[in-house]
């Protein structure tokens, strides 16, 4: 399975500021996920990012919010702009395994808070 | 649209036996299986493929049944090892081929 970290692995915040988390991935891989899952909830998907396209963002995450860059296959980020506490949650990547079977690995997280 | 997993709660002395089950409205591709400790990223644990395939390893095993869009998790023989919170992941391929819709969770706690 891939080996995959996050920087940071956590970090408060001020509210009307910016974080970029970054997740990196020990090979190559194809398709790159970013999940948020809020305190107490389930894992809900924000964006796809595959190298060479542009991210694509499921219903109610926006680009100008979650801007998201991925150049190349072992490397992306993920912003949180212009946060509000509601932002107060874990941000994970995820990497689909590039095996026969699809499977997709999560790394480590990244923890944040907004004040 | 989420998945619905049940039961939503589950408690176990170590030996017991459990099972989790998962529930879509919509045709799968395929279903992925999460075990989650506090304070941690969710952990691989399976993967069912369309077909109606049953996998399993260790004490661990899993069924897919496609026509009821629903999967199953069965933990045997339960561990102090295996508390934490169970996650269906749902892919209904396609356009949405890796996106997965997790269900709301199933917190597992097994006591000596």
């Known amino acids: 399975s891939a080996v995959i970290s996050q920087k940071p692995s956590r970090d408060i915040c001020q509210r009307g500021t910016s974080l970029t988390i970054q997740c990196q991935v020990d090979?190559?891989?194809?398709?790159m996920f970013w999940y948020r899952q809020q305190p107490g909830q389930s894992l809900t998907l924000i964006a796809t990012a595959n190298q060479g396209s542009e991210a694509t963002y499921e219903s109610g995450f926006v680009i100008d919010k979650f801007p998201i860059s991925r150049p190349n296959l072992t490397f992306s980020t993920l912003t949180v702009s212009n946060m509000s506490p509601e932002d107060s949650s874990i941000y994970l990547c995820?990497?689909?395994?590039?095996?026969?079977?699809?499977?997709?690995?999560f790394g480590p997280g990244t923890r944040l808070t907004v004040l | 649209q989420q998945p619905v997993q049940s039961p939503q709660a589950v408690i176990l002395r170590e030996g017991e036996d459990a099972v989790i089950n998962c529930s879509s409205s919509?045709?799968?591709?395929?279903v992925h299986w999460y075990r989650q400790k506090h304070g941690e990223a969710p952990v691989f644990l399976m993967i069912l493929l369309k077909g109606g395939e049953q996998k399993g390893h260790d004490k661990i095993s899993a069924s897919f049944n496609e026509k009821k869009q629903q999967s199953s998790l069965y933990l045997t023989a339960s561990q102090l090892s295996y508390s934490g919170t169970y996650f269906c992941g749902t892919d209904a391929g396609g356009t949405s081929y890796g996106k997965l819709t997790f269900g709301q969770g199933t917190i597992l706690t097994v006591h000596p």
């Open positions: 919509k045709a799968l591709y395929s």
């Open positions: 090979s190559q891989v194809t398709m």
């Open positions: 995820s990497v689909e395994g590039g095996s026969a079977e699809d499977t997709q690995y």
